[in-house]
């Protein structure tokens, strides 16, 4: 059975700086990209990053481009994502989801989320 | 960037009623790679259709998806109590792999 575990979320000031982690389970974690979406409270579903099965290849979001780094411990089947300069806009619930395959696939799995809140 | 845009806002529609829900890119889809989720409150979305019109496992036959190039359908035939819910479309063909507005399909 597939599992995916988010943690690493809180409470932080502007400016501030978090790393989220996704601990994947039931599957063959270094043959699938991997991905975060966000959702702000009340809010819709937005995509943020995706990450290769190898972690060779990363894309971001506009809005956390040069902010957010998202990177992959094959080794251990965990996801990461760091997230730094945070904002207020930035408050929201991070889900990591498993693609289907490759980092232009869709997401089969996800997890149930860990919520960033950043507020002074 | 390609932005979705998802009609209407709200469907408001009774158990057993057909739903239709639309997607519209700002522009073309390669390779129709586009995908469905629902999302019901307080719980993590769940993958529908792909590539416009392929179903997912586990997935009912009453969702069908259809579409090409910038339009794109969800079809509910038949509605069920536990498929009202928020629906959002997303592309995957090139980054930013951007999702819709969603559509809220409640009960009337």
């Known amino acids: 059975e597939v599992q995916l575990l988010e943690s690493g979320g809180g409470l932080v000031q502007p400016g501030g700086s978090l790393r989220l982690s996704c601990a994947a389970s039931g599957f063959t974690f270094s043959n699938y990209a991997m991905s975060w979406v966000r959702q702000a409270p009340g809010k819709g579903l937005e995509w943020v990053s995706v990450?290769?099965?190898?972690?060779?290849?990363?894309y971001y979001a506009d809005s956390v481009k040069g902010r957010f780094t998202i990177s992959r411990d094959n080794s251990k089947n965990t996801l990461y994502l760091q997230v730094n300069s945070l904002r207020a806009e930035d408050t929201a619930l991070y889900y990591c989801?498993?693609?289907?395959?490759?980092?232009?696939?869709?997401?089969?799995?996800w997890g149930q989320g860990t919520l960033v809140t950043v507020s002074s | 960037e390609i932005v979705l845009t998802q009609s209407p806002g709200t469907l408001s529609l009774s158990p057993g009623e057909r739903a239709t829900l639309s997607c519209r890119a700002s522009?073309?889809?390669?390779?129709?790679?586009l995908a469905w989720y629902q999302q019901k409150p307080g719980q993590a979305p769940r993958l529908l259709i792909y590539g416009a019109s392929s179903r997912a496992t586990g997935i009912p036959d009453r969702f069908s998806g259809s579409g090409s190039g910038t339009d794109f359908t969800l079809t509910i035939s038949r509605l069920e109590p536990e498929d009202f819910a928020v629906y959002y479309c997303q592309h995957y063909g090139s980054s930013p792999f951007t999702f819709g507005p969603g559509t809220k399909v409640d009960i009337k």
């Open positions: 990450i290769s099965g190898s972690g060779g290849t990363t």
């Open positions: 522009q073309s889809v390669s390779s129709s790679y």
């Open positions: 989801a498993k693609a289907l395959r490759t980092t232009g696939t869709p997401y089969d799995y």
